[in-house]
């Protein structure tokens, strides 16, 4: 059987694999010219698998035109012959045992400008394809609209979802970082790369794991990883500059204003931006806040001691983030500047950038806890004001020393102030569950609390690598340093009435007017060295040695109202606490790397020396740990488009110093924290299964990905409820092990004839966890499930529109109260449709739908849709001038909600939230890419 068709897979054989298994089965043949029956040299000979029409192996045509292929197996097969301007040559065979060869003999071509009337099917361009853990989206394959973003192109793309905040999520994971050409841009900001950086200018979109430094240097995988986004930028977009301008003015005071610039010439960017808004737009997406915002100290399963300072000691901290909740005000700026010089043989890479935010806004959150054999809930209403400043540098400079070895420094530092202001109204009752029967009043509380707090961070760190001659042999040292200090100061003024549970009257009040500081001072200094021997081509043994040395001190004080003056000392509330700990740590990992298979089994072992000192109590504890982390993965490539990855990771968690530290914490007067210092460490298992596959010529993607973790004498809450008052102390669970789930995945494809991309997603999570209320063991076990189909179409210059849309069932109840549970549907929906009619006029919209339905423990349905929309005016020749009048959330249904379950406790939130505006604004994008690079010296 002959049929003709365009060259199709051409721009793909140079990506495909090679590394089929080797049999005795094969194939030969010869090619020539139909009318002059010239032999075609170098012609492209591809063999695929007839069921999926998936490259099996390919080959040119030699000097005299023939070729053979001798790695095939059993099996129905298609023929593929292609050369330039020739029409393309397909024949279906097979082979078996009794027909092991096939012999095409001459294979005649024709030119395409001879034929009449054979069908030509055009070929396309590949859309996506997996090398190595990589997933590869070639931007030509998808429509790229005048003037869009990349965040436009990402929409388009299988696998990822953008919400209407810019939040990128891939194969359900969160990206928290999207570079250029590989390098970082502005750090921990996505939004600055995905809404600013044009999609014509995008070559490829690349998706992956980012393993540290050490893993990637060595190939051992070490479990380090942050979902990744690379924008490769064609090679004619990296030198001119481009930008844009934006501002508006809305009802009810909103307004927004952007711009932003950048320059490259080749290999040196540089970059800046500033954002003035209360629409919701911060332009900071402070994803490292956990370094800044917090008060916690951890001891690592690697025998490191993490003593975040700062968010806010004993009073509620604010960690900088806008996550909807309130009404933001917004002033951010940066700098960015990264360079490859020196025929690249040296890097840098810098970043600052400073931001202010404020929030203020309203919050009522509604908590039922069970008990045994009952259970009480908690009605909060909160006003809230907070705000930080936080101003943030960071250098990285690499340097190949000679064609051996490199070196990594970098430095950071940051400033930061933060200041949080509430007030709150609490009611504790204890339901009837009896018709027409008042809930039984426990408690009112009336607390306001107030917080400053300065934080200056700085980390420095040095990585050396060097390989030697021996292919294979390498040594990495890693030294880092840091440098922690905080400084917290604030108010708590709380008011408790206790009522009879009889009577109903008022029993007894309890007030607390107290000054409370936190200072916080952490330095540390830790060190890793790494050998790599191979054994031989595929295997490798990998030796590691750490050493840590951490010094903290974490001195708590509250002070109660002595006569207008806060100069009483409150011990049962106040600690001085240090920590000193030293660390040593060995590992090995063995290493296989096949052609198609990649295995990586690794433990180490850690001693730790740990010390606590309570300064105010004089009294100590000495502690020595031997922490255990072992670690399996394997990878299995089928064919360059299809991969499938199992991985086992086990660590031990410290207790974390708030779980430890023999101090009570009376933020929340109504829940209080006891440590406890006798807590040992918990182990944890993690097993995960990842699976990728990209069929070219059908244009069909799939990808699975799930998880299972269960943990070994896990710290659990100890919950001990009296008059509606909650005390807590973290406490080693036994006989029990808490377990976590999920799993999503994720099929796609183009349906043919009407050139609708579809998808279809599935997804679910769950687990059960524990807790001790009243010391009874309460077993909470909860599950989620949902579904969603996505269709997507797109035509240059006209439309494209995205509708995506599905049902799903959350499951939860606890063991005290078996009867309760908090079972219940939701569906979600998301759209955005683009119209370009006549007269440079647009149309956008984009909607949002969700639906949570009443459980047994809240009888009250929630839904919403919000539905924004803009009507855009395109002016000048290159479209880039933009008039735009815009209104968000048209049906003024915007109200903040959400419900969770956890540990016996169910809480359901409303608060403030940006409801409906208009807002007119312009906007130039600007640009002149293309132009000549200029020389790239530093």
Known sequence: MK???????????????????????????????????????????????????????????????????????????ILLVSYPDYADYVEHFALDEAKPQHDFGKISLTLKAKLLQEVLIKGTVAAMKIKG????????????????????????????????????????????????????????????????????????????????????????????????????????????????????????????????????????????????????????????????????????????????????????????????????????????YDNKWDNDKKTAN??????????????????????????????????????????????????????????????????????NNSTNMTTTSSPSFVTGVPDTLLNT?????????NNQIFNASAFYTRKFKKTGRTISINVAGNMNNSDAKGFLKSEIDFYNKTTALLDSTQKTDQYKTTVTKTHNFNGNATYTEPLNKKTSIIFNYGLGDINSNSDRKSFNNNGGVYNALDTKFSNDYTVNQLSNNFGASLNYRAPKSTLNVSARATAVNYKQTDEIAHTGLSRNFLNWNPNASYQYRFTQQKSFRISYFGNTNQPSIDQIQPVRVNTDPLNIQA?????????????????????????????????????????????????????????NLTGHQPYNFSFNGNYGKKIPGININAGLFFGGNGGKSYNFSNGVLNTTTTSGFSGQLSLYKSQQKKYDFRLAAGPGYSFGKT?????????????????????????????????????????????????????????????????????????NDLFDQNRGFNRNSSNGTITQSSYTSIRRYFLFSITWDFNKMGGAPQPNSK
């Open 3 to 77: 049929i003709t068709i365009l060259p199709l897979l051409l721009l793909y054989l140079f990506f495909s694999s090679r590394t089929f298994a080797q049999t005795t089965y094969s194939v030969k043949g010869s090619v020539i010219d139909s009318s002059s029956n010239i032999r075609l040299v170098s012609t492209t000979i591809c063999v695929l698998n007839a069921k999926d029409s998936t490259l099996r192996e390919f080959v040119r045509a030699g000097a005299n035109g023939t070729f053979s292929l001798n790695k095939l197996t059993k099996g129905k097969f």
């Open 133 to 336: 853990d990589t997933t590869e989206f070639n931007a030509k394959a998808y429509t790229i609209q005048p003037n869009s973003k990349v965040e436009d192109l990402l929409k388009q793309l299988p696998g990822i979802q953008v919400d209407k905040d810019g939040k990128i999520t891939a194969q359900g994971e969160t990206v928290k970082k999207v570079l250029v050409d590989g390098e970082e841009f502005f750090g921990d900001d996505p939004t600055l790369v995905t809404k600013n950086i044009r999609g014509d200018m995008v070559d490829k979109v690349q998706l992956y794991d980012k393993k540290s430094d050490q893993a990637t240097f060595t190939g051992v995988d070490d479990g380090q990883k942050t979902k990744t986004i690379n924008i490769k930028l064609k090679e004619d977009k990296k030198n001119g500059y481009f930008g844009k301008v934006d501002a508006g003015a809305g009802t009810d005071g909103y307004y927004s204003a952007q711009a932003m610039y950048n320059r490259f010439s080749g290999k040196k960017k540089f970059s800046a931006y500033g954002i003035a808004s209360n629409t919701g737009k911060t332009g900071l997406g402070w994803e490292d806040s956990n370094k800044y915002g917090t008060s916690n100290t951890e001891v690592t399963d690697d025998g490191g001691i993490i003593f975040f300072g700062g968010g806010g000691g004993d009073l509620d901290s604010f960690d900088g983030r806008y996550n909807g909740q309130g009404i933001p005000i917004a002033q951010t700026g940066g700098i960015h």
């Open 815 to 887: 063991s005290l109260q078996p009867n309760i549970n908090n079972n219940g549907y939701t569906f979600q929906g998301y759209s955005y449709l683009n119209l370009y009619l006549p007269g440079k006029i647009q149309i956008n919209s984009d909607g949002n739908y969700q639906y949570r339905g009443k459980t047994q423990t809240f009888n009250e349905t929630f839904s919403q849709f919000i539905l924004n929309a803009s009507i855009v005016k395109t002016l000048l020749k290159q479209d880039n001038l933009k008039l735009s009048l815009s209104g």
């Open 675 to 731: 440590g406890n210092p006798l807590l040992s460490p918990a182990f944890n298992n993690r097993f995960s299964i990842n699976y990728n596959s990209y069929k070219i010529i059908s244009d069909e993607s799939i990808w699975f990905s799930g998880s299972y973790s269960f943990t070994g004498n896990a710290i659990v809450n100890n919950n001990t409820y009296k008059n509606g008052v909650n005390t807590y102390q973290s406490v």
């Open 445 to 453: 509380n009336q607390r306001a609390l107030t917080n400053n707090v």
């Open 350 to 419: 810098a970043n600052y950038k400073a931001g202010y935010l404020e929030i203020t806004g309203s919050s009522n959150n509604q908590t039922q806890r069970t008990l045994p054999g009952s259970s009480f809930s908690n009605n909060t209403n909160q006003d809230f004001k907070n705000s930080v400043f936080r101003q943030k540098l960071d250098y990285t400079y690499t340097v190949k020393l000679d064609s051996m070895s490199t070196l990594k420094l970098a430095i950071d530092g940051t400033q930061k102030n933060s200041k």
